[in-house]
């Protein structure tokens, strides 16, 4: 296989990385190197708009003299760069201070196991090919309705790469990966409203992403949906987040329980271990060996094993999100999250996404969140947001220029339902969520 | 001039052993298809970061970046490659790829001829070096203790510290042949403050197109962490915030942000060309208050935003975007000022040689009015002063815009009275400017610490403004 070789061929220029930092003094280090090629086309008005051929490369090294350490990266992957690279990082390490928690893995936390995870599908998409597909995609989207007068485009991304890493410790790894989509984004005018929204598909494998048509449609309807949009009086009421606006939430729990935050104090759940911080219905987990999944990996940015784990049971933390240097500060172990999570998912309940608009009853439903307006630190959340009035279950019409208030630790606290309206194409599956009550400010 | 281009040509093309006739040959290639434009971009750039924390410095990286972007418009078609590698055969395959895009047309020949002459704003200088790694070191240590000093109540105290070193070389496919040599530094200071069980963080930090003494002149450094620590105290006494639309005045400086959010991008070539702006067709036209004259003016010397030439080698320039309320203009950049039928303002810029130029914002800020900004306060029954934001985001279709506010008050009875929690602000980008009832004399720039994102392209921006008041934002807080 020729992935194979270019694989062996890499692990050597990895392997070369360690040995010069051996040479120049370190006492351990890690290395990491990528490289992807890629191709984008857009389509707007029926035309091309862009052809695009990607072709990226980097190496990254840290070195430990002791407990002191210094990283330096480049895109250049030749001999005399790797040395230079190599040594900037010692002068850097030169510099910085002891620290006692620093340095590479426990080694017997290193992954031993290398499954399959069918990450790698290549797609023998060419531009023509591509091309087509985008306006295949586009068309659908812009003859679905005469409302729809404009449109951003629609594209085609296909992305191969490889990754390898290794360490002093004698870890020396690497896989190759793809990622594919396809998204339309277009507009749409009544009288002087005008709007704009999108829709996409993310895949390993081309032939799991949304056919051209359904996404056009999607973009369309979403779209011509949002028109007229108005904002709400200030009141408290239930929030609906759909799907796609759920895996913030998460997103941000998942952030508050993270090792840097955890050990800089800036978290709001701190000291949260073993405590109630979801309903007990709630159980999230990290699926992280699923096969062709898009946040799958056998081990972390540092070559710690991944483990399928439990992160809430009965709505209670059970772990924190840790890689070597956070979970030594707290006094733990690695959890194989340097990187983050994978495939982070919260059981589904029954309701669809009908079910959910009927439990919401009377209330929002929120579609797109806008801006940051959330403080780890305190949990504070003040958020831009647009979607729905709900009542009785039934969508009354579009709501924009408002926005949501609330504490996270409480809305956490208050979900009363998870769909099963599962949004599979990011690393955090969710279906949509409702939350009791937060603060709607407008007109 | 011809000083900065061998200056350039040293950094960018000597270490891969390209010569000015490799340039012609690649740029001949793309010139054998009927092209608009077309150009290569050559970029080399060095940046460094240190990180000092828990009283300790605990990081430091050093990163090389390079490569070329070669590119092929034709129409509204553009055909795009890039490679890491600056070697002649890759980047012949490049243009080979990129040219298929248009059609095959007459076989046009490019000589390098010149190199126009532009003013600069910022100095030649690579800024990693400026200081030796013990003063960097030691500049971090004297920022945390003396910052640590400030108050008992701070828990943690963050300093960073990071340069980059950027040479970049535009070939245009009428010979032109442009550089320049952007120097960048940046530095922050955020803080953790306890008291009773409650935390809250404040942070502060600035820089500029310069070196890294420009964190030591006027203790800049030192007064990034007594401004963090003022925050974060600030905070620890803040209430809930208003919910609902009311009377704001945003304080002068950073929270310009109003302007680089409500209508900077929504003035951007690209979405008017292509009529998917609120703003779209509507030149001539008011959008604001006759107190409101907004500008683009990527020539402000040392700014984090500004440049000499943008990233299709166009000399920058002061743009008027609204003037006394009027709409004038927007930012362009080559492709859609030709597509528009008007000249590039100077704002084609891109992220790196692996990204399209797109029009984009530099130093976008409002001219200074009349009043006193005791005066504008004063004016204001019930309302909220908002002094300091995080970040915002538009959706330039709708023209809803938000920005979140990090530092507000309430103003009861023209005082500032109690500090309140931090709130996201919405509005309407189109009539928000409108509802400006008050300009103050006061006219500041921000600290230098903006970074836009667009597309999934980040680039360092400025923005500024006097206090203004705005009569009715809808303002996100919890209490009703
Ligand atoms: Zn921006």
């Known amino acids: 296989m020729q992935n ?38 857009s389509v707007r008005l029926g035309e091309v708009e862009t052809l695009e051929y990607h072709c990226d490369q980097g190496l990254g090294v840290t070195v430990y003299f002791g407990q002191r350490k210094g990283s330096a990266s480049t895109t250049d992957l030749s001999p005399a760069s790797i040395k230079e690279t190599v040594s900037a990082a010692c002068s850097i390490a030169r510099f910085t201070s002891e620290d006692s928690f620093s340095g590479l893995p426990e080694q017997q936390l290193l992954a031993t196991e290398f499954h399959d995870l069918e990450l790698y599908h290549p797609w023998d998409v060419n531009a023509d090919k591509a091309i087509s597909l985008a306006t295949e995609c586009e068309d659908a989207a812009r003859s679905f309705h005469p409302e729809i007068s404009n449109s951003e485009g629609a594209s085609v991304n296909s992305h191969q790469g490889i990754r390898v890493m290794g360490n002093s410790l004698g870890f020396l790894q690497g896989y190759a990966a793809t990622r594919h989509s396809l998204s339309c984004s277009v507009l749409a005018q009544r009288g002087d409203s005008m709007q704009r929204d999108y829709w996409y598909s993310v895949a390993r494998n081309a032939l799991h992403l949304e056919s051209a048509v359904s996404i056009g449609n999607k973009a369309a309807e979403r779209t011509l949906r949002r028109l007229e ?40 759940l701190l000291d949260a271990l073993g405590s109630q911080v979801f309903p007990e219905f709630v159980r999230i987990h990290e699926q992280p060996h699923l096969k062709a999944a898009l946040g799958s990996a056998a081990y972390d940015g540092e070559g710690v094993a991944t483990k399928p784990r439990d992160i809430i049971t009965g709505g209670i933390l059970q772990g924190y999100v840790l890689g070597t240097y956070s979970a030594r500060k707290l006094g733990m172990q690695s959890t194989g ?24 009853n009377t209330g929002l439903l929120v579609t797109e969140l806008m801006g940051q307006g959330v403080n780890m630190v305190n949990g504070d959340y003040s958020r831009g947001a647009a979607g729905f009035w709900v009542e009785n279950g039934q969508i009354q019409y579009p709501v924009e220029e408002i926005t949501i208030a609330g504490n996270l630790k409480d809305m956490l606290k208050n979900i009363v339902a998870v769909g099963n309206d599962v949004d599979y194409r990011g690393n955090i599956r969710t279906g949509s969520i409702l939350v009791e009550q937060l603060s709607i400010a407008g007109e | ?46 940046s460094e970061s240190w990180v000092m924390e828990g009283g300790i410095i605990k990081e430091g990286s050093h990163s090389i970046e390079q490569g070329a972007g070669v590119r092929a418009v034709s129409g509204e078609k553009t055909g795009f490659a890039y490679s890491d590698r600056i070697e002649l055969p890759v980047l012949l395959e490049a243009a080979g790829n990129v040219k298929a895009i248009v059609r095959h047309g007459q076989q046009a020949q490019m000589g390098i001829i010149k190199t126009a002459k532009w003013p600069r704003y910022y100095p030649i200088v690579n800024p990693l070096p400026s200081l030796a790694t013990n003063q960097k070191i030691d500049l971090l240590k004297t920022v945390d203790s003396e910052t640590r000093k400030l108050d008992p109540r701070i828990e943690e105290v963050i300093v960073s510290l990071s340069g980059t070193y950027e040479n970049i070389l535009v070939a245009n496919q009428d010979g032109s042949l442009s550089a320049d040599v952007r120097p960048l530094v940046r530095m922050n200071v955020s803080v953790i403050v306890e008291e009773n069980g409650r935390r809250e ?13 420009y964190f030591i002149e006027q203790d800049r450094a030192l007064n990034y962490g007594k401004e963090a620590v003022r925050q974060a105290l600030v905070n620890l006494e803040a209430g809930e915030a208003p919910a609902g639309n009311m009377t704001v005045v945003l304080g002068p400086g950073w929270p310009g942000i109003l302007l680089h959010e409500a209508i900077g991008h929504g003035l951007e070539g690209d979405f008017n060309r292509k009529g998917t702006s609120a703003f779209s067709g509507r030149v001539g036209e008011r ?24 990233d299709e080698g166009t000399p920058t320039e002061q743009t008027i975007l609204i003037e006394n309320g009027i709409l004038k203009g927007y930012m362009q950049d080559k492709l859609n000022a030709r597509l528009m039928g008007v000249k590039s303002t100077g704002n084609g810029r891109r992220e790196s040689y692996a990204h399209l130029p797109m029009p984009r914002m530099t130093n976008t800020y409002m001219l200074p009015g009349q009043h006193d900004p005791q005066e504008i306060i004063k004016s204001v029954k019930k309302g909220l002063f908002a002094k300091n934001f995080a970040g915002g ?7 809803k815009f938000v920005f979140s506010a990090s530092e507000a008050y309430l103003i009861e009875d023209g005082k500032i009275t109690s500090p ?36 999934g392209q980040s680039v360092p921006v400025g923005v500024g403004q006097p206090t203004l008041k705005i009569d009715g934002l809808t303002v996100g807080g919890t209490s009703v």
Request: contains cysteine.
């Open chain 2, 201 to 213: 963080q404040g942070s502060m930090g600035g820089g500029g197109r310069s070196d890294y003494n």
């Open chain 2, 287 to 310: 959008v604001a208050s006759d107190l409101c004259t907004v500008v683009d003016d990527g020539t402000l010397p040392g700014r984090r935003g500004s440049l000499s030439i943008d």
């Open chain 1, 4 to 41: 194979q070789e270019q694989i062996n061929q890499l692990k050597n220029t990895v392997q070369d990385l360690l040995d010069e930092a051996k040479k120049q003094g370190a006492t351990a280090a890690e290395a990491g190197l990528s490289q992807d090629n890629g191709l984008s086309v």
């Open chain 1, 337 to 360: 999250n340097a990187g983050g999570v994978h495939n982070l998912t919260i059981d589904p309940g029954t309701l669809d996404f009908d079910g959910m608009l009927k439990a919401l």
């Open chain 1, 229 to 268: 949009g108005r904002s709400l009086s200030t009141r408290q009421c239930p929030v609906l987040y759909c799907a796609e606006t759920a895996s913030g939430l998460l997103g941000s729990f998942i952030g508050a329980i993270s090792g840097g935050n955890l050990y800089r104090k800036s978290s709001f």
């Open chain 2, 420 to 455: 309140v929690k931090g709130a996201t602000l919405i509005g309407n980008g189109p009539d928000v400017l409108t509802k400006v009832s008050m300009v103050g004399n006061d006219l500041q720039l921000d600290s230098g610490v903006g970074t836009c994102g667009k597309d």
């Open chain 2, 393 to 399: 985001q538009v959706d330039i279709t709708s023209g």
């Open chain 2, 1 to 46: 001039m011809t000083d900065l281009l061998n200056l350039v040509r040293q950094a960018v093309l000597t270490p891969s052993g390209l010569q000015d006739g490799d340039i012609e040959k690649i740029m001949n290639c793309l010139l054998s298809a009927s092209v608009d434009d077309a150009d290569i971009y050559f970029q080399s750039s060095h």
